[in-house]
């Protein structure tokens, strides 16, 4: 297998032109072991929200988060042989992050020597008290992003430009991006909110 990490996200173009559903986590980690480089970079692609979110509600910049970020796709690139449930390939990220995470801060504290902290990537670590709150928020935001995935394209793209630009994106510029009449968002977002709605009762989000 040879593949290359990339902490580096996928253009806003990129991105925004994403049609379809989220491609199924044990696609993603078969074509890896085959070396495809693009499934290495959409499995990134599909998790960088959930890793990146971690250590930023742990309260590290964004620098030590990108370091963090860094170390858990290295972790994942050595072990992902050895994943024998790709479908918990989520909640491995999840735990080693938060653990990883963890353990930095008790670095930074001097409670915890380079010499005696135990490596990742390995057996996945049971996650500390104090970071379960973290753990079960970044879990329920990553479950929101993957209801939000489930839409049609256009909703997806609405979504985004009304719901996550700062500052929302005006109503004249999301109907001259999606080629629709600026009278019809309305109508249109009700829409999709509500198929939103149909995939989150589904996916049993809190």
């Keep these: 297998m040879s593949l290359t990490l990339s902490a580096q996200p996928r253009s806003r173009k990129a991105t925004d032109l994403l049609t379809g559903k989220m491609r ?66 989520a909640k491995w990220l999840l735990m080693v992050t938060a653990h990883k995470c963890y353990r930095w801060k008790r670095r ?7 010499d005696t902290e135990e490596q990742l990537p390995g057996p996945v670590p049971e996650v500390p008290a104090e970071a379960q709150e973290i753990v079960v928020q970044a879990e329920r935001e990553q479950k929101m992003r993957e209801a939000i995935s489930s839409l049609p394209a256009r909703c997806q ?4 430009m009304l719901f996550f630009e700062d500052p929302p994106m005006p109503y004249q510029e999301v109907a001259t991006t999606l080629g629709i009449a600026t009278g019809s968002i309305g109508f249109i977002r009700q829409r999709c909110l509500g198929k939103l709605k149909k995939s989150v009762t589904e996916m049993r989000i809190a």
């Design 108 to 114: 930074s504290q001097r409670t915890v020597s380079l």
């Design 24 to 89: 199924p986590d044990e696609e993603l980690v078969r074509e890896c072991l085959k070396g495809d480089q693009e499934a290495w970079s959409d499995l990134i692609d599909k998790y960088k929200n959930l890793i990146f979110s971690v250590p930023i509600k742990y309260g590290f910049s964004r620098e030590e988060a990108a370091d963090i970020f860094q170390d858990v796709c290295l972790g994942l690139l050595s072990e992902l042989k050895s994943i024998r449930e790709p479908k918990a390939i």
């Design 157 to 160: 793209r609405l979504v985004q």
